[in-house]
Nanobody, 128 residues
Framework: QVQLVESGGGLVQAGGSLRLSCTASGRTFSSSPMGWFRQAPGKVREFVASISRSGASIYYADSPKGRFTISRDNAKNTVYLQMNSLKPDDTAVYYC?????????????????????WGQGTQVTVSS
């Protein structure tokens, strides 16, 4: 089981930027696809972005596309989410998730059910 710890959340004004980090421990990070999800109050958890083990495949949800960038540094066991041009609708708890080990360098799931390990979440609040 992999342990995930997110950081970098906070309060920012609309139009601002934040970078979330998620550091993994407990098993081979570089063999797993990683994802970011978010959950706003009263809403279901939704997919934000995912990245394959090699970084060769990246997917974004429609809402953050063009504003958010997911990346990973396998040497540091860390995945990042750079968030620019933030909007009040981006306010949510953001979760990092790890998928199963995969030999497919392009496997990059988007369904929460495909991720077995989750972090505790970090709050992002965007004020108008």
């Amino acid at each position: 089981q992999v342990q995930l710890v997110e950081s970098g959340g906070g309060l920012v004004q609309a139009g601002g930027s934040l970078r979330l980090s998620c550091t993994a421990s407990g098993r081979t990070f570089s063999s797993s696809p990683m994802g970011w999800f978010r959950q706003a109050p009263g809403k279901v958890r939704e997919f934000v972005a995912s990245i394959s083990r090699s970084g060769a495949s990246i997917y974004y949800a429609d809402s953050p596309k063009g504003r958010f960038t997911i990346s990973r540094d396998n040497a540091k066991n860390t995945v990042y989410l750079q968030m620019n041009s933030l909007k009040p609708d981006d306010t949510a708890v953001y979760y990092c998730a790890a998928g199963p080990r995969s030999s497919d360098y392009y496997y990059s799931p988007k369904d929460p059910a495909d991720f077995g390990s989750w972090g505790q979440g970090t709050q992002v609040t965007v004020s108008s």
